[in-house]
């Protein structure tokens, strides 16, 4: 089992920056495949960025070269640097462990509010 914990979020003006950091307790952190996601009022929500255990990342077209995920498995934890914020980067932020097909860990989320 794994709890999470998201932090980070808060109010930006476009173009500027923050850092999300997701805080993960459990055993054998390691193992997991780490997850952003965010959903924005009335849409549903979406992969953002993803890193595997061995570090392989993929990220949505809408973020790509603006986001970067990260993982440090000695403090548990999994950040999303995001740069060049925009207006529709706005939403809730949640971080999500996976194993497998089926098993999945999501953490309460964190708010995002790009705006001038």
């Known amino acids: 089992q794994v709890q999470l914990v998201e932090s980070g979020g808060g109010l930006v003006q476009p173009g500027g920056s923050l850092r999300l950091s997701c805080a993960a307790s459990g055993s054998f952190f390691s193992v997991y495949a780490m997850g952003w996601y965010r959903q924005a009022p009335g849409s549903q929500r979406e992969l953002v960025a993803g890193?595997?255990?061995?570090?392989?990342?993929n990220y949505a077209d809408s973020v790509k070269g603006r986001f970067t995920i990260s993982r440090d498995n000695a403090k548990n934890t999994v950040y999303l640097q995001m740069n060049s914020l925009k207006p529709e980067d706005t939403a809730v932020y949640y971080c999500n462990a996976g194993l497998g097909d089926f098993i999945k860990y999501w953490g309460q989320g964190t708010q995002v509010t790009v705006s001038s």
């Open positions: 890193i595997t255990t061995d570090g392989s990342t």
